[in-house]
């Protein structure tokens, strides 16, 4: 055995067995039998291949697929994963599949393996310092159709034999996930081996991930680097330096990121350290030759496109990972030529949900838009999926919503792109090609007439609407939910997701009302201003007054001025560490006091429920109000007021290029596309107020799961001791809603497993990198350089010029790091963001379209905005002179001033 782990060679095991567990991997290279997939798995086998064909590989250890099945043998059956595949489409596949990771974690090891491990830590852990990684080798994986890449669990920085053992079983244990399993089959994988790679970790300098691509042009290579360990790269937790370059080194593109934290491996595991010069490039162009090099060898051996992750290490470029880009699969409901958006959903709702949103808002986003087709006389194909799973992200399958869509004869799917703030419209109307109108005109007498009756009722049924919805609120902050039996709890949850349905079915309706208005205004528009028209509409149609939306914003301003008269106030709002509790009393503490009343249901990222609410964490809102008193803050009604003179003016330079006719329509229209949006954001506060109810009854929920589940309460405070992140979400948001309500009406007790397994799949999910905004197929593995270097276009949300400096936040953490006058730069903004229009000079945000609830507001507050910019994020720094310019959609880098 210790020859075999020395030389790489097969060897016999001193207590008589054939052949060690530990396959070394000059051996794999030598023999390819022995590193057949089947045996190794597909990373193992790659890794062979590439010593094979003369690249430098990290020194590697793999255990067999082999050892994964004996120890299998000594658990129950169900752990076998041919039975959880078989489980796979079930509803109890979570806890199945988590009660099978539970018994896997503590799985004996194969006769002997405990010892391989401990004579390979005793040779070679004196040289490796960084201690090993332990990855995941599925014999299914990195295949034609299938990549495990984010599903299984890779362990970093282990060191000693005990802890290479657990790294094993956590490796193996990752396979028994809710959603690789549901991934292995919607591919048609019906068992699957799990062997393991042992590598010394490199201590690298920089790291990073090359994916090479073809065209019919010269062939290029995509390169994200940073310093450090490349695992933050690879899984996307920091801003890598992006470069695109050609097939012989030469840099076309490039975006060189501050890179303030290196990965490095301490005594506690992954840690960051500070880089001395976080400005400068990760790589030097003699590392990018190299990697073009080892570019041109791998395609010249195998001509498709590589996905190769790389550690420099002084002179030597090492290759820790490679595979083929073909082997990534779709998403459920997708293929090779769906298109995928998060614009329109992702502005609601951004970055990873969780188990228990995804239940609520999953089923009431693909309900409501099923709802939305048929009031159009569309017809809805029973299997179609509209909203996906991307990497535990929101996304629209733009594919099959624009098929149905285009069954309305006069609506553009490029059109309803543009609106939503996605791209792809001329590759979804080349997919659409010819659809069928006739079942549309056979229904367009009853859905007309249907649609004519909701609008003439619209006012009446939401006023209906409202006075109920206000009863239920008020009976909802009268009941104490401890008095209500578990069974009582569940009812709750039932009845307040009914009151979800209905609240969404008028805000559907009000929505419906204000996109088809604004969609027959920018028609009549175009007549006279062809390519400006969707501008003129956004401009005729401000000065709303009464925005439900802008009403947290004027309360924070309102707060704002008054703390500016009362000095005791104003000396405790500018501390970083103030509280409700620390101001004095007075106009600007009861203003506040006010304004978490009326608007404590907000949030930013309101529609995560996960997410505490300003009523439960005033925090956001004290940093909102110490930025404004920072400097001279906008004047809202000044504002508000200017918004509709100027929409007035607008009109009056519109009046003489139209026809007397047209002038009546188009001052119809824009009343009604007033009143329809002040509607929609009425009901959109409505959603909020109700998600807000149901935060409440789960958060009972969960104090009543972790009193009757015990590991629940033992694992949650183990959380909260360790300080994890994970200690900020409640337990009871790793449950589904159907879960939660089962488990109180039936006091399951076997909970434990099945949060444990959802916890790991969720941070599994958050160390991903957000994929596009809109992508095709499948997402890329890297993050491509922004097109278009210092000028950049995206979407007008909100008309005007402006310059400023940027002042990038990549989260609601750092509002308070904004200077007024600032230009603000974010992936998305929600109503929860907006009192920081009052502040900032203008918005730039990566999602969002022109009729988002965002959008709105800045028109109303008159900040000039530009939306759907595609990796602004990446390619603005805080610090750089920006010119906005809200009329044209172009957001610009200007050179530093002197």
């Keep these: 055995m210790a020859d075999a782990i020395a030389s790489g060679g097969k060897g016999t095991h001193s207590r008589g067995q054939a052949a060690p567990w530990l396959l070394g991997l000059e051996a794999l290279a030598r023999d390819e039998s022995l590193s057949d997939r089947k045996n190794v798995g597909g990373k193992a086998a790659r890794l062979a291949w590439l010593r094979r064909h003369g690249f430098l590989v990290p020194e590697t250890w793999v255990v067999p697929q082999r050892a994964f099945v004996a120890a299998l043998r000594e658990l129950s059956p169900a752990c076998e994963p041919r039975s959880l595949l078989r489980a796979a489409s079930g509803r109890a596949v979570y806890a199945r599949a988590a009660e099978a990771r539970q018994e896997m974690l503590s799985a004996k090891l194969p006769a002997h393996l405990e010892d391989e491990l401990e004579e390979l830590w005793a040779r070679h852990g004196a040289s490796a310092p960084w201690g090993f990684a332990v990855r995941s080798s599925a014999t299914c994986e990195d295949g034609a159709l299938v990549s495990m890449a984010g599903l299984a669990e890779s362990v970093l920085g282990v060191r000693g034999a005990p802890a290479l053992a657990d790294a094993v079983r956590r490796v193996w244990a990752s396979i028994a996930s809710g959603r690789a399993l549901g991934y292995l089959a919607t591919h048609g994988v019906r068992d699957v081996g799990m062997a393991v790679v042992l590598q010394p970790i490199v201590r690298a300098t920089s790291a990073g991930v090359m994916f090479t691509r073809k065209h019919a042009g010269p062939r290029e290579r995509i390169v994200n680097a940073g310093f450090g360990l490349g695992s933050p790269v690879v899984d996307g937790v920091t801003t890598p330096d992006m470069l695109r370059i050609s097939e012989d080194g030469q840099v076309l593109e490039s975006t060189i990121a501050r890179k303030l934290r290196a990965a490095v491996v301490g005594d506690g595991g992954v840690m960051e350290v500070a880089v001395d010069n976080p400005d400068a490039p990760a790589l030097t162009k003699e590392r990018i030759d190299e990697l073009a090099s080892v570019a041109r060898r791998l395609e010249a051996i195998e001509d498709v496109p590589w996905d190769v992750e790389f550690a420099c290490e002084g002179e030597r470029v090492w290759i820790v990972q490679a595979r083929h880009v073909t082997g990534r699969g779709y998403p459920e409901g997708g293929e090779a030529t769906t298109v995928w958006s998060s614009c329109n959903v992702g502005e609601a709702l951004p970055g990873v949900a969780t188990p228990f949103t995804w239940s609520v808002a999953g089923d009431y986003s693909e309900s409501g838009f099923r709802k939305a087709f048929g009031t159009l006389g569309c017809s809805v194909p029973k299997h179609a999926r509209l909203v996906g799973n991307v990497h535990g992200r929101f996304y629209l399958n733009l594919t099959e919503f624009m098929r149905i869509a285009a069954q309305v004869p006069w609506l553009d799917p490029r059109t309803l792109v543009e609106l939503g703030g996605g791209s792809g419209g001329d590759e979804l109307a080349s997919q659409v090609g010819e659809v069928s109108h006739k079942g549309f005109y056979a229904r367009l007498p009853l859905t007309a007439t249907r649609l004519l009756r909701e609008q003439l009722r619209l006012d009446d049924h939401v006023s209906k609407f409202e006075q109920e919805a206000e009863h239920s609120f008020r009976l909802h902050n009268a009941l104490d939910l401890a008095i209500l039996p578990d069974e009582g709890v569940a009812r709750k949850i039932r009845d307040v997701q009914a009151l979800l349905e209905r609240t969404g079915d008028v805000m559907l309706t009000c929505a419906s009302s204000a996109l088809g208005t604004h969609i027959i205004l920018k028609g009549v528009l175009s007549r006279v201003e062809p390519d ?149 954001e009425q009901m959109r506060t409505q959603v909020t107020r109700v998600l807000g109810m149901l935060r409440d009854v789960a958060l009972d929920a969960d104090r009543r799961l972790l009193r009757l589940v015990p590991e629940l309460a033992s694992d949650w405070a183990a959380l909260r001791a360790s300080g994890s992140p994970l200690s900020a979400t409640h337990t009871v948001f790793f449950l589904t809603v159907d879960e939660v309500v089962n488990a109180l009406r039936s006091s399951r007790t076997d909970l434990a497993p099945l949060v444990r397994a959802r916890r790991a799949e969720y941070m599994r999910d958050q160390a991903r990198p957000d994929p596009p905004a809109t992508f095709i197929g499948t997402p890329p593995s890297v993050q491509l350089p922004p097109a278009g270097g210092d000028v950049m276009k995206g979407t007008g949300a909100s008309s005007g010029v402006v310059e400023g400096q940027a002042r990038v936040l990549l989260s609601a953490s750092q509002m308070s790091d904004l200077q007024p006058g600032e230009i603000l730069v974010v992936h998305t903004t929600d109503v929860g963001w907006t009192p920081l229009f009052c502040i900032a000079a203008g918005v730039v945000t990566e999602l969002g379209g022109p009729l988002s609830h965002a959008a709105v507001v800045a028109r109303e507050l008159g900040v000039p905005s530009v939306v759907n910019v595609d990796a602004v994020t990446r390619a603005i720094k805080t610090g750089d002179r920006l010119r906005l310019d809200g009329d044209r959609g172009i957001v610009e880098r200007l050179p530093p001033k002197p």
Excluded at 600 to 613: H, I, Q
Excluded at 617 to 645: H, N, T
Excluded at 658 to 666: D, H, N, P, R, S
């Design 532 to 680: 400006g028209a969707e501008r003129l509409a956004h401009d005729l149609t401000r000065g709303i007054r009464d925005l439900e939306s802008a009403r947290p914003a004027i309360g924070v301003m309102r707060i704002v001025d008054l703390a500016r008269r009362d000095p005791e106030a104003r000396a405790v709002l500018v501390q970083e560490g103030a509280t409700v509790s620390s101001i004095p009393d007075g106009p600007a503490k009861r203003a506040l006091v006010s304004f978490l009343d009326l608007y404590g249901d907000r949030a930013v990222r309101e529609a995560e429920l996960s997410t505490p609410r300003w009523k439960e964490d005033p925090r956001p809102v004290l940093a909102m109000i110490r930025v404004s008193l920072r400097g001279q803050a906008r004047d809202v009604e000044p504002q508000l007021a200017r918004a509709k003179s100027e929409a007035h003016a607008e009109m009056q330079r519109l009046v003489p290029r139209l026809k007397f006719a047209e002038q009546t329509l188009v001052r119809h229209l824009i009343t009604r596309a007033q009143k329809a949006a002040r509607r929609r």
